[in-house]
T-cell receptor, first 114, second 115 residues
């Protein structure tokens, strides 16, 4: 079955500290992988995506993610978080053959400690 | 800003009523997908429309239906509303290529409350 697991429901980090949000997926086909961010009451903003090529992907707002096929993971990282990064983060996966359906994880809520 | 707009922003209905939500796609996009996001959960795929035809459907009953118009705007219709239909409804537009790969860009959503 296709699924995305974000094992951390809520993470709190200090401003300026590094961040890593975990994502594991289960997908029969070659996946397309995404990270989206959602501020309270808002829609989803695309942070970055992996389709093919270099497994280290750079995104907006200083975020990056690394695709590790052997571990079925696509973890999101940022070297130094800012208070404005506090939000809900969703990992998602789609199919190479047809990205019509994107499966989302349940999200990780990020809080920033001043 | 993604260029995807949704209306209305908020909506309150009572159980058994019908509702129509609207989405205007980003310029140049020919595909629209709808998602339901319950409180505290990730979005769940409802269905997708491509060239005015349904192109994939998630695990939602037939009382969830949609339309896509020639200008690629879209509607989501829900009949016989139930309390569990209360959620944020997200529209996402994308540009489908022959290879089938696309990135979906989301609108701000419509918050539906069913009383």
């Amino acid at each position: 079955a296709q699924s995305v697991t974000q094992p951390d429901i809520h993470i709190t980090v200090s401003e300026g500290a590094s961040l890593e949000l975990r994502c594991n997926y289960s997908y029969g086909a070659t996946p397309y992988l995404f990270w989206y961010v959602q501020s309270p009451g808002q829609g989803l903003q695309l942070l970055l995506k992996y389709f093919s090529g270099d497994t280290l992907v750079q995104g907006i707002k200083g975020f990056e993610a690394e695709f590790k096929r052997s571990q079925s993971s696509f973890n999101l990282r940022k070297p130094s978080v800012h208070w404005s990064d506090a939000a809900e983060y969703f990992c998602a996966v789609g199919a190479v053959s047809s990205a019509s359906k994107i499966i989302f994880g349940s999200g990780t809520r990020l809080s920033i400690r001043p | 800003e993604t260029g995807v707009t949704q209306s209305p922003t908020h909506l309150i209905k009572t159980r058994g009523q019908q509702v129509t939500l609207r989405c205007s796609s980003q310029s140049g996009h020919n595909t629209v997908s709808w998602y339901q996001q319950a409180l505290g959960q990730g979005p769940q795929f409802i269905f997708q429309y491509y060239r005015e035809e349904e192109n994939g459907r998630g695990n939602f009953p037939p009382r969830f239906s949609g339309l896509q118009f020639p200008n690629y705007s879209s509607e989501l219709n829900v009949n016989a509303l139930e309390l569990d239909d209360s959620a944020l409804y997200l529209c996402a537009s994308s540009s489908r290529t022959s290879g089938g790969t696309d990135t979906q860009y989301f609108g701000p959503g419509t918050r539906l409350t069913v009383l």
